[in-house]
Every structure is written in C-alpha cells, then in structure tokens.
C-alpha cells in the first residue's frame, strides 16, 4: 500500500506563500502522475494541480498564475507553491499518486489562510 505523507500547510496572511510537500517514503513515485486536491469545509474535494511523469502540468482556473505544481525524483517528492494566497485557498490539502487505475491519496494538510 502506497503510504503518501504531506507537509507545510499552515497560518498564512492574504497575499504570503506556502510550499507544501508529499513524499512516499516507502515506494518510487517516479512513474506516478501527482496532484494536489484540496477540500473546504462543506465543499466538494476539488482538483488543484496535477503533474505527469513527464512534467505536463493542469491547474484549476481558480490557481492559475498563483500555484506551481513540480517534482522532484532525486527526493521523491512533489511540491505545491502557492503564492498570492487568498481566504478563498483555505482548506485541507491531499496529495494524490495515480498508477495503473489505482489512486492513492494521503492524510491532508491543512491551509487557512487569514489577516
């Protein structure tokens, strides 16, 4: 089972910046295609960024020009920049691994973002 560990949500004023990070320390996330998704309290789960093995990237509407998505293979891990953030970016953040018809997901790290 494919165990993925986010890190670096956190407390963070309109207009600052977090980098958050997902790691499988137990297995290779090179041939995974890896997202971040993110949940708000009576929403829906949403897509965030998604990123392929061979580095294409999506992001949603809503994070264009203030999130970026990127891997890193040495370490194993993905990463989400998110820049120029807004109330509306707070919420519970997930790491995502897809393989093979298989999805993965870890246990969310939680954004708020407020004065």
């Known amino acids: 089972q494919l165990h993925l560990v986010e890190s670096g949500g956190g407390l963070v004023q309109p207009g600052g910046s977090l980098r958050l990070s997902c790691t499988a320390p137990a297995f290779t996330l090179d041939s995974y295609s890896l997202g971040w998704f993110r949940q708000a309290p009576g929403k829906e789960r949403e897509g965030v960024a998604c990123i392929s093995k061979d580095r294409g990237t999506y992001y949603a509407d809503s994070v264009k020009g203030r999130f970026t998505i990127s891997r890193d293979n040495a370490k194993n891990t993905v990463y989400l920049q998110m820049d120029s953030l807004i109330p509306e970016d707070t919420a519970t953040y997930y790491c995502?691994?897809?393989?093979?018809?298989?999805?993965?997901w870890g246990q969310g790290t939680q954004v708020t973002v407020s004065p």
């Open positions: 995502n691994a897809v393989l093979g018809g298989f999805t993965y």
